[in-house]
């Protein structure tokens, strides 16, 4: 069924949703990550920040506190139903069955509790701060910043009459369109949907992977949000993220454990998961440092994930590297994840995954038509590469708005891992405008892992 998102909005029955409906809406990563830290590190206590890297833009003047924290009680107060851990233990995850282990469901049943928070207003700002041990903080990620997303798209929707909220997302609609229309029949394209973070409002996500999957076929390979691919028969999408690594460096006693964490860290994971689940992250303290120190059974990882490095120079930089090593890049993913939109994903997969004669850009194209053309694109694999799509994907509403302020563009705001066990935790990245932490521990780092490879970019989303 097709919902009138003008009419819902205009009617304010959203006042009336709550945004979380499930704790399965969330990124599958953060399930299995969640399980690894049942598994190894069961009474780590783990605190979580919000951080809004767009600090022109004060949420705590736009986003209703008392709403806000409405929401977040409601997410407290929610269990997994018994048919969504059903769905966990019995389907099929990257080609294997089992990957939730009974125990676990188990303790997700009947154990499971979001931590306690704080939340206030300072300088316009929201501060929201998780507390508790690393398995009660850790799954409030996706939900905070997915619920702050949404109260700011409802406050803005609530100044918009019936024939302006009409106009707003028959622009959305069409500008969804025509990023389809020219993906739409490229050959082998692999996208994933991973805009669950900081997506206009849930259902506008749902419309648009559906959206998706109807226009794109195969070339939509799934969604990272779990409650979605378990109501539409989606494949889940993910693997790991940044706060293991920062966990595992927090957690060390010297600066050679230190140096050392970010592969201990794929020890323990690859003794819960195999296959495609093995997917390197390495730019949490540094792409070039962490490829040039890694051991040599790294190489037989399935992959890598680019998520704040030039996608180009890091693909070239994992493909060298596979390759030194006597491994075949073809074999190999290649999942880029920041700040992608239609013309970066074209360009990014003609780059990996063909060539193209006579210097021709797919930023040329107007239309699929264009781009198969057989006389400018010739098929010639050097990697398995796949586009993770997020907030250009679920949140393209710049200009949209008919009354031409740019409340609802999307916002850059993250909610990280600060500290382990009393200890302040680190993510330099491959951008030095993604770094994030306590300010002198982060010099320290920078000693131990060194700057190669990383430069200073703006940060988009």
């Known amino acids: 069924m097709i919902i009138d998102l003008a009419r819902r909005a205009h009617d304010h029955n959203w006042e009336m949703d709550p945004i979380t409906r499930s704790l399965l809406d969330t990124d599958f990563y953060k399930l299995l990550m969640l399980q690894f830290i049942w598994k190894h590190f069961p009474r780590t206590r783990a605190t979580f920040t919000l951080i809004n890297r767009s600090s022109s833009v004060h949420l705590g003047e736009i986003v209703s506190i008392p709403r806000l924290r409405e929401q977040l009680e409601a997410t407290r107060r929610l269990r997994f139903r018994k048919s969504e851990l059903v769905w966990l233990a019995g389907n099929t995850f990257y080609g294997r069955r089992g990957i939730f282990e009974p125990a676990f469901l188990e303790w997700l049943e009947h154990e499971f509790r979001l931590s306690d928070y704080e939340l206030w207003v300072q300088d316009g700002q929201l501060h929201l701060r998780f507390e508790g041990l690393w398995s009660g903080t850790s799954m409030w990620e996706i939900y905070a910043l997915a619920q702050i997303s949404e109260l700011r798209t409802r406050a803005g929707l609530k100044q918009l009459s019936e024939l302006e909220l009409d106009i707003l997302y028959a622009r959305a609609k069409t500008r969804l369109w025509e990023k389809m229309a020219r993906l739409r029949g490229v050959p082998d394209l692999s996208i994933s949907d991973f805009g669950t973070r900081r997506r206009h409002s849930f259902l506008w996500h749902e419309y648009v992977v559906n959206a998706m999957r109807d226009t794109l076929g195969e070339s939509f390979t799934g969604t990272s949000n779990a409650f979605l691919a378990y109501k539409h028969d989606f494949e889940a999408i993910g693997t790991n993220g940044h706060e293991l690594p920062m966990a595992m460096a927090a ?205 200073d970019s703006p940060v988009l989303t």
């Open 251 to 455: 957690l060390a006693g010297s600066d050679e454990e230190l140096r050392s964490s970010q592969y201990r860290l794929l020890e323990l994971w690859q003794q819960s998961y195999q296959g495609e689940l093995l997917i390197l992250l390495p730019d949490t303290f540094g792409t070039t440092q962490f490829l040039r120190s890694a051991p040599e059974w790294v190489a037989n990882w399935t992959g890598q994930r680019i998520d704040s490095k030039d996608a180009y120079v890091a693909g070239d930089e994992y493909i060298t590297w596979l390759e030194r090593r006597g491994r075949d890049p073809r074999q190999k993913r290649l999942i880029s994840s920041d700040a992608l939109d239609v013309e970066q994903i074209l360009s990014l997969h003609a780059y990996f995954a063909g060539t193209l004669e006579n210097g021709a850009s797919p930023d040329d194209f107007h239309s699929a038509e264009d781009f198969l053309d057989a006389n400018r694109w010739l098929p010639q694999r050097r990697i398995r590469f796949s586009a993770g799509w997020g907030t250009l994907l679920t949140n393209d509403f710049r200009n949209c708005n008919p009354q031409g302020s740019d409340g609802f563009n999307p916002v850059s705001l993250v909610c990280k891992l600060s500290e382990v066990e009393g200890r302040p935790a680190v993510k330099l990245s491959d951008n030095y405008s993604k770094a994030m932490g306590d300010p002198t521990e982060a010099e320290r780092y920078r000693r131990v892992f060194g700057l190669a490879g990383v430069t």
